[in-house]
Nanobody
Framework: QVQLVESGGGLVQTGGSLRLSCAAAGRTFSSYAMAWFRQVPGKDREFVAAINWSGSYTYYADSVKGRFTISRDNAKNTVDLQMNSLKPEETAVYYC????????????????WGQGTQVTVSS
């Protein structure tokens, strides 16, 4: 069992940067692939990025490639999402997620969800 708590959301201007962090409670954190998703009210939750258990492999949605970076620290049980060059359409609730493999997370097959953190990008 893994409990996930996100932090770092807030208000940022277009083109600005924000770093989200997800703290995990549970001794098995390092065995899970982790990911970030986002959701706008009235729309489906959207995959953003994922990282494998060791941090050696990452996968990004095309819309964020080159601007977002996912990373993890298994010693601290954290996974971060560095977001640069943010756009107003990226305003959403961002969720941390955990699961068995990057491929499963990419397909939305998530075992654990955080409660989400709001990111607002002003134009």
């Amino acid at each position: 069992q893994v409990q996930l708590v996100e932090s770092g959301g807030g208000l940022v201007q277009t083109g600005g940067s924000l770093r989200l962090s997800c703290a995990a409670a549970g001794r098995t954190f390092s065995s899970y692939a982790m990911a970030w998703f986002r959701q706008v009210p009235g729309k489906d939750r959207e995959f953003v990025a994922a990282i494998n258990w060791s941090g050696s492999y990452t996968y990004y949605a095309d819309s964020v490639k080159g601007r977002f970076t996912i990373s993890r620290d298994n010693a601290k049980n954290t996974v971060d999402l560095q977001m640069n060059s943010l756009k107003p359409e990226e305003t959403a609730v961002y969720y941390c997620a955990g699961g068995g493999r990057v491929e499963r997370l990419r397909d939305g097959r998530v075992d654990y969800w955080g409660q989400g953190t709001q990111v607002t990008v002003s134009s």
